[in-house]
């Protein structure tokens, strides 16, 4: 496969990643301090880019109020994927066709998306509806979580996304090659 990528752009991809990824094989603890150290791929010299507290060493959970029951606390449940989507849809002023076209997403999936109020879908599904929508990188991350995902920096895949969110670029062609340029899955196939 040929690719018609700029070798500018990709260069720019690399730089965003070189500054961005976080190589989770590159984590290092101290139980002393009860700190994670989290350190950069590009930079692994010994300093700490990141510290995040250990789940164990701090109280991290809020207590809910007694009075409130699981019952009245599962329903409370939030606006789903599939509702936002359509939503997303309306407000963009496209058709479901012109949606899902775009998102490289076929029809059959689409409509077990919109039939089906609680679907799951992958996240290369989500995040392809996002660059279809041309979601905004807030709006995008949104999406994803309401379908149980989230961008990280230990994901070269979510990387490029964001690379692209961040500088307007929503042609999900140009992301899929750039995407294969670096050895990680497509969107929309």
Request: with cysteine.
């Amino acid at each position: 496969m040929k690719l018609n990528i700029s070798e500018n752009l990709l260069s720019d991809i690399r730089k965003y990643i070189d500054a961005n990824y976080i190589d989770p094989g590159v984590v290092s603890f101290s139980k002393t301090q009860r700190k994670m150290k989290v350190v950069r791929h590009d930079d692994y010299d010994g300093d700490v880019c990141a510290c995040m507290p250990m789940m164990g060493s701090a109280p991290v959970k809020k207590k809910m109020a007694a009075s409130i029951s699981l019952e009245d606390a599962v329903g409370q449940i939030d606006e789903s994927f599939s509702e936002m989507l359509l939503r997303k849809i309306d407000e963009s002023g496209m058709t479901d066709a012109q949606v899902y076209k775009k998102a490289n997403i076929s029809r059959k999936l689409f409509s077990k998306i919109r039939s089906d109020r609680l679907y799951k879908p992958s996240k290369p599904t989500v995040i392809s509806f996002a660059i279809a929508l041309e979601l905004s990188l807030d709006d995008t991350k949104e999406m994803l979580m309401k379908a149980g995902f989230a961008l990280s920096h230990s994901s070269k895949f979510d990387i490029i996304i964001e690379y692209f969110i961040i500088h307007g670029n929503y042609n999900i062609f140009e992301i899929n090659e750039a995407l294969f340029a670096f050895d990680q899955s497509l969107l929309g196939v």
